[in-house]
């Protein structure tokens, strides 16, 4: 099984500043099949990037998302305070038993 | 608007069991595979199973495998996780999502708590 690691585990940044938050595979993902998740405590996790790049219905031009192989990153610019939160990367490998992973999370804090 | 709703979760005992169900609105529900994702305490997201639209293909976890079956009744538009044989492992938020992209799980819900505690 693919193993997904994040980095950094936290992350203590201010409004207005960029974060870059990291996504190492054990193995190389599919493009198509890489995607960032925004989870806050109480709430449905969000979808912000899939297909690696792709932004997600109603997510701000201020995420984007990059990468190929086994290191992908999603950058947000200009952080707003809603923008603190744990981010999830995911992968999905669509061999004979299909399989979706998630990394371990990064903490995005004020 | 689109909207998942779970229900279900509960305090269980070790070996016990229980169902979980999620109620889907503002899409064709048959047409989606839907999934079983969950978050223990303290831990990240973990995949557990999904279901293809008419309900015939399946898969699970390893963690789960053989103690958890999915289902779904597309005329009602709900989909069911049964559980058997909880551990405490099993403790976790329990959300309901779509897979309405390739390999990507688009619509997520709020989730229900399972506590598996003696």
């Known amino acids: 099984d693919i193993v997904l690691t994040q980095s950094p585990g936290t992350l203590s940044l201010s409004p207005g500043e960029r974060a870059t938050l990291s996504c190492r595979a054990s193995q190389s993902v599919s493009s198509n099949y890489l995607a960032w998740y925004q989870a806050k405590p109480g709430q449905a996790p969000r979808l912000v990037i899939y297909a690696t790049s792709s932004r997600a219905t109603g997510i701000p031009d201020r995420f984007s998302g990059s990468g190929s192989g086994t290191d992908f990153t999603l950058t947000i610019n200009r952080l707003e305070p809603e923008d603190f939160a744990v981010y999830y990367c995911q992968q999905f490998g669509d061999g004979n038993s299909p399989r979706y992973s998630f990394g371990q999370g990064t903490k995005l804090e004020i | 608007e689109v909207q998942l709703l779970e229900s279900g979760g509960g305090l269980r005992q070790p070996g016990g069991s229980l169902r979980l169900s999620c109620i889907a609105s503002?899409?064709?529900?048959?047409?989606?595979?839907m999934a079983w994702v969950r978050r223990a305490p303290g831990k990240g997201l973990d995949w557990v199973s999904n279901?293809?639209?008419?309900?015939?293909?399946?898969y699970y976890s390893d963690s789960v495998k053989g103690r958890c079956i999915i289902s779904r009744d597309n005329s009602n538009s709900i989909m069911y996780l049964q559980m058997i044989g909880l551990r405490t492992e099993d403790t976790a938020i329990y959300y309901c999502?779509?897979?309405?992209?390739?390999?990507?799980?688009?619509?997520w819900g709020q989730g229900t708590t399972v506590t598996v505690s003696a």
């Open positions: 279901l293809g639209g008419s309900g015939d293909v399946k």
């Open positions: 999502a779509r897979i309405g992209l390739p390999g990507t799980f688009d619509i």
């Open positions: 503002g899409f064709t529900f048959s047409s989606n595979t």
